[in-house]
């Protein structure tokens, strides 16, 4: 090959990788505009667990778009988890810190269900066992199967249904 050869080759090579690029950019646009779930791996089978009690209970999650997935800056603060989406009508948006992993599956399964309770339906801390503010030092499986009946009970119940369509996304914003 001769220079000019070369140079043609090298040239065609980085636009095939600025190509590369933008059509990754492109499908990951594509994929939030049709509102796909982005749940990582690891929190997919919570997911369904929470899911599954709830639409046994006849209760659909009113929901369009759900994102769980870890986030490395969590670590820099004492927070396992963050519901980044609450007061956002239909879009869930659950962060999770890495240090999630080094717990036992009851404070796990804990973390997951508290935040998506947040996010999906916008209740606060105190208003149910399972919001409470911070994780449960002890905690076994069926605390956390007496908490989510409680959920049930509550969003049956005492639950003001209006208030998943609350947009207070703004103020969200303001306080961040
Ligand atoms: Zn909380």
Redo the contacts with the bound molecule.
């Keep these: 090959m001769n220079k000019e050869e070369n140079r043609k080759e090298n040239r065609w090579f980085a636009i095939r990788v600025i190509l590369l690029l933008i059509f990754g950019l492109l499908a990951n646009l594509i994929i939030e505009a049709q509102n796909e779930d982005w749940i990582q791996p690891p929190f997919e089978g919570y997911y369904k667990l929470y899911k599954t009690r709830l639409n046994k209970a006849g209760i659909e999650l009113p929901v369009d778009y759900v994102a769980i997935r870890y986030n490395t800056n969590l670590k820099y603060t004492p927070y396992l988890?963050v519901?980044r989406g609450m007061w956002m009508p239909t879009v869930v948006n659950v962060i999770i810190s890495e240090r999630w992993n080094t717990y036992p599956m009851a404070a796990r399964m804990w973390v997951i269900f508290?935040?998506l309770t947040?996010d999906i339906f916008n209740i606060e801390?105190g208003e149910i066992d399972l919001?409470q503010?911070g994780l449960p030092e002890w905690l076994e499986s069926w605390d956390v199967d007496e908490a989510m009946d409680q959920l049930v009970r509550f969003l049956k119940k005492d639950y003001d249904w209006d208030r998943v369509k609350e947009d207070r996304s703004a103020l969200g914003q303001m306080t961040k």
Excluded: T, V
Aim: aromatic fraction near 0%; glycine fraction near 12%.
């Design positions: 988890g519901a508290h935040e947040h801390h919001m503010a």
